[in-house]
C-alpha cells in the first residue's frame, strides 16, 4: 500500500492504496466519487476523463504514480508552467 495526498474538487486527499491502482479507482471506490465513470478500460471511451492540472486525462489508464509525480512537483513549484509539467511528467514511464 501507499500512501497519496492530492486534491480533488479543491479539496485535499489522501488514500492508502495500491500503487498500481488506476486513478478512476481511487476516485470511484475509495472517494466514493462515482461521477467519474467506467467505459472500456483501455484509454479509448472517454467515459473516465477528469482533468489532471488542467488536462483531460483518461483515469482508467492512469496509474498512482502519476499523482505523486505531480504532487512532488507541486510541493517544490506550486505554480509550475506547461513546459515544466510536461518535463516533469515525462519521467513517468507508466505514462
Ligand atoms: S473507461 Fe473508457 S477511456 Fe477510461
Do not use: Y
Amino acid at each position: 500500500m501507499a500512501a497519496i495526498a492530492f486534491t480533488i474538487n479543491g479539496k485535499a486527499v489522501s488514500v492508502d492504496v495500491e500503487p498500481d491502482t488506476p486513478l478512476l479507482w481511487v476516485i470511484r471506490e475509495h472517494l466514493k466519487l462515482t461521477g467519474t465513470k467506467f467505459g472500456c478500460g483501455i484509454a479509448q471511451c472517454g467515459a473516465c476523463t477528469v482533468h489532471l492540472d488542467g488536462e483531460p486525462t483518461r483515469s482508467c489508464s492512469v496509474q498512482s504514480g502519476q499523482i505523486m509525480q505531480a504532487a512532488a512537483l507541486l510541493q517544490k513549484n506550486p505554480r509550475p508552467t506547461r513546459d515544466q509539467i510536461i518535463a516533469h511528467m515525462d519521467g513517468n514511464i507508466c505514462r
